[in-house]
């Protein structure tokens, strides 16, 4: 004989709540917990093994201006356009869309150039972007390096969700490409940053006596990301 367990039975939490929500049953939580899936713009809830659909409904009405607020905090996703204003290293180009060009993406004067379909300029400029940060980001860093007598192994340019810069005990230095995108003081902030590690892997005040060494400013460049550095994740 099969027995359906009262607790086995399917509720759709979406349908009752009158928004879109993930829930995952979990026998290992010992409460509810809420949070907020940022790439999926959707609230995901926990529920625990002992818990009435009742209640977890209950528990999420009683969290929605939370949920509300933090949905409206996440920036949206954007492709770049055609016409539209970058900070590209420092400096303001106009992005230009020219089907029939045949260089593929290119600079010219205060404009960068994306060549081919509209459909594929969003790429076409993030990868021509990620390539010249590898060049320009490499030069910089071995230059500083060779300032405090350190050698930079490899420089690689990385697409993390969560990380502007790092630096490994190999000597390898990684940055995020979205980086090219702030103010010219904020890459160099940065640079100067990942580079003092190969002296000090830590944030000792030796460390950041020698980031100023480098940038006597850097305050300026670490605040910014403090405050601007979300906005460039609106770029995927
Ligand atoms: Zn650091």
Known sequence: MKITLLTGRTFDYAAALGFDIKVVKSPRASKLILRIDNKERIPVLTIPRYCSSKRALEFVRSNQEWIDSCLSKIPQIRQFQNGEQLSLFGKTYTVRHMPKARAGVFFDGDSVCVSGGREFLHRRLRDFIKEQAQKKFRQA????????????????????KSRWGSCSNRNNINYNWRIALAPDYVIKYLIAHEVSHLRHPDHSADFWNCVAFFEPRYDKGRDWLKEHGKELYIYE
Do not use: E, M, P, Y
């Not at 860093?141 to 993390?160: E, G, M, P, W, Y």
């Open 141 to 160: 860093s071995q230059r500083l390096a060779a300032k405090i007598d350190c050698h930079v192994n490899d420089v690689c340019i990385k697409d993390t």
